[in-house]
């Protein structure tokens, strides 16, 4: 069996949230392990990025999320991968745009 971070998230309240409510979450893990891994916390910026492949995991284990969007998150976990084994150090704005936008459309 499986230990999850997000232990309550992962025992069903994450399927209780919408689709940007879902991605808004990650992008908060994502902004965090990107910010602690610019100041040089490696540590601190691993332990976020790990919260941050639960929370997409958890997300496309969500059955809701099927045919085209399930596309998208794969893809998407694939191009968040790519950038962390990247090794750079500045904030990818075009993942961090993407985030963003539905942090504002989870709170509308």
């Not at 940007?20 to 979450?25: D, G, M, S, Y």
């Not at 910026?45 to 809701?64: H, K, V, Y």
């Amino acid at each position: 069996m499986t230990e999850f971070i997000h232990q309550n998230l992962a025992n069903g309240r994450w399927q209780t949230m919408t689709l940007a409510e879902q991605l808004a979450n990650v992008g908060s893990e994502f902004e965090r392990a990107w910010s602690w891994r610019t100041r040089g916390e490696q540590t601190l910026s691993a332990n976020a990025n790990e919260r941050m492949l639960e929370l997409m995991d958890l997300t496309i284990g969500d059955p809701r999320w099927r045919g085209a969007k399930l596309r998208e998150l794969t893809r998407l976990r694939e191009e968040v991968c790519a950038e962390w084994l990247n090794g750079a150090n500045t904030v990818p704005k075009d993942l961090s745009n993407y985030f963003l936008a539905f942090a504002v459309a989870a709170r509308a």
